[in-house]
């Protein structure tokens, strides 16, 4: 069984910002593999859903704690399903990656990202996978950067990132290979 959460915000507000894009790809992630809608888990305090890649089952989440509290939801998940650190995979914001690019790292540190730095507390480990998912462009030197990850994506920015949707989707495919 593998775990994967997309970190962002609740609420109207942040729907469609630079921080959401966890969210935003995980909301294409089960379009793309025809796995059903999010449904709030209050025990979870998160948004699930359940579904299969290659046999393997997973736990898809959107934690409702607000980016800076992940942790607390990613480790009710992780107690309750009994998940091993190395099935965990955040998808997050990277403001040093142009926007739709990726990386991925295993057991690497929070880069300043503070729903990353919430879920190593929560958890006691790095141990996890981070999907990247870059956020990047030009504003970005012009702007302080917590205003910049809390604005939303512009029309053109949409459509690339929803052009690249088939490459996450493989890359999470290749991950549970």
Known sequence: MKLIVGLGNPGRKYKN??????WLMLDELIKSLSISSFKTV????????QGKINDERLILAKPLTFMNK???????????YKIDLEDIIIVRDDLDLE????REKQD???GGHNGINSIIEHIGSKGFTQIKVGIKNDM??????????LQKFTAQEKKQLKSQIPEFVARIQKLLE
């Not at 910002?17 to 966890?22: E, Y």
């Not at 970005?140 to 990850?149: G, I, N, Y």
């Open 70 to 80: 992940s942790g607390k939801a990613v480790g009710l998940l992780k107690n309750f």
């Open 140 to 149: 970005l030197s012009k702007m302080d950067p917590a205003s910049f990850v």
């Open 17 to 22: 910002t630079r921080h959401n894009i966890g």
């Open 108 to 110: 690497s540190g929070s």
């Open 42 to 49: 209050k025990k979870f305090e998160c948004e699930v859903t």
């Open 99 to 102: 926007l739709g690019k990726y």
